[in-house]
């Protein structure tokens, strides 16, 4: 059984992040960095793979109707805050003739403790 995080939203958050980052490499994906940040803000994982740079965004939800899905929470305005982010990495790693692509993994845990469901959604944005 595995032991999901109870306490807080960074907490939670943070499991998500590991298990989004485990989901990558096993998909045989390079991590270039993991919560970068800059004056704009913070981009969750940025990997690479078959040559292209991918900035990740990772959503962490528990199973409930609260507050929507994990993927519903990448709104317009978080869209344009990562984008706005990635433009600032591009700049400072003079990366700017990469080919880039913006992918969402979402976590999902039920309170039952089973395994966290995984999605990933490649050029998300």
Not at 24 to 38: D, G, H, M, V
Not at 43 to 70: P, Q, Y
């Amino acid at each position: 059984m595995t032991e999901f995080p109870k306490d807080t939203r960074k907490q939670l958050g943070k499991f998500g992040e590991d298990a989004a980052e485990a989901f990558l490499i096993q998909q045989n994906y390079r991590i270039l960095a993991r919560n970068w940040r800059c004056r704009t803000g913070e981009l969750d994982l940025i990997a690479e793979k078959d040559d292209v740079l991918i900035f990740v965004e990772v959503r962490t939800r528990r199973k409930s109707n609260h507050f929507g899905t994990a993927k519903e929470s990448v709104d317009y305005r978080k869209q344009r805050k990562v984008r706005e982010t990635a433009q600032f990495y591009l700049h400072r790693f003079q990366q700017h003739e990469r080919s880039v692509r913006f992918d969402v993994i979402t976590i999902e845990m039920s309170a039952d403790a089973e395994a966290p469901r995984v999605e990933h959604i490649e050029g998300a944005f």
